[in-house]
């Protein structure tokens, strides 16, 4: 496997469940990101992880929580969402930046409903 | 609040013409800017990024940066109707000197090259 992969790839949950996403990046990178992207919206950045430790929160409400063990793999668990999160999350990843590169690579990413 | 505008289309090209997809931003400091290409269902796929003043060209792609007019510009030449895809712009907003970037992404523009 390479590149940045997702799983799972589709997800409906009632709001009342839990639910992990799961990131995994084959490519040697030091930073992974969380995204949310819903319709007829920018994508949006939730979370950055750069050396498995957390550097961003962008305000996201704390039915997300991400988890990042090591600088290979990250979860985002879910618990009690509302519809509203209905969207495509998007995890990517970037390398050590060349001269103010700090490009990022995405996964397929999962789409999840929210009945 | 750092924004990133695109034009959200859609723009209409025959096959063989050129495509121009245009993008500013308002965070005069912003270092590094992207151009990714993201195709229904799929997830965002980076096609080239710009940080120096000018043009840099990719085979049939060419990012143009005009850092105090705070313009970028991705020209799509001989357009083919496999290019037909939302373009996202994006604008790196973090400075420089750390090991992650950190992306402000405009709502992308609808291309479609028609036959």
């Known amino acids: 496997e390479t590149g940045v992969t997702q799983t799972p790839r589709h997800l409906v949950m009632g709001m009342t469940n839990k639910k992990s996403l799961k990131c995994e990046q084959h490519?040697?990178?030091?930073?992974m990101y969380w995204y949310k992207q819903s319709a007829k919206k920018p994508l949006e950045l939730m979370f950055v992880?750069?050396?498995?430790?957390?550097?961003e929160n962008n305000s996201v409400p704390s039915r997300f929580s991400p988890e990042c063990p090591n600088s290979s793999h990250l979860f985002l668990h879910l618990h009690t969402l509302q519809p509203e999160d209905s969207a495509l999350y998007l995890c990517?990843?970037?390398?050590?930046?060349?001269?103010?590169?700090?490009?990022?690579?995405f996964g397929p990413g999962t789409r999840l409903t929210v009945t | 609040q750092k924004e990133v505008e695109q034009n959200s289309g859609p723009l209409s090209v025959p096959e063989g013409a050129i495509a121009s997809l245009n993008c500013t931003y308002s965070?005069?400091?912003?270092?590094?800017f992207f151009w990714y290409r993201q195709y229904s269902g799929k997830s965002p796929e980076l096609i080239m990024f710009?940080?120096?003043?000018g043009d840099k060209e990719d085979g049939r792609f060419t990012a143009q940066l005009n850092k105090a007019s705070q313009y970028v510009s991705l020209l799509i030449r001989d357009s083919q109707p496999s290019d037909s895809a939302t373009y996202l712009c994006?604008?790196?907003?973090?400075?420089?000197?750390?090991?992650?970037?950190?992306?402000?992404f405009g709502q992308g523009t609808i291309l479609t090259v028609h036959p």
């Open positions: 992880y750069n050396f498995k430790e957390q550097t």
């Open positions: 990517a990843s970037s390398p050590p930046p060349g001269r103010d590169s700090y490009e990022q690579y």
């Open positions: 994006a604008v790196n907003t973090i400075d420089g000197g750390t090991s992650y970037g950190k992306l402000t």
């Open positions: 965070d005069r400091g912003s270092q590094s």
């Open positions: 710009i940080y120096s003043n």
């Open positions: 490519l040697g990178h030091n930073a």
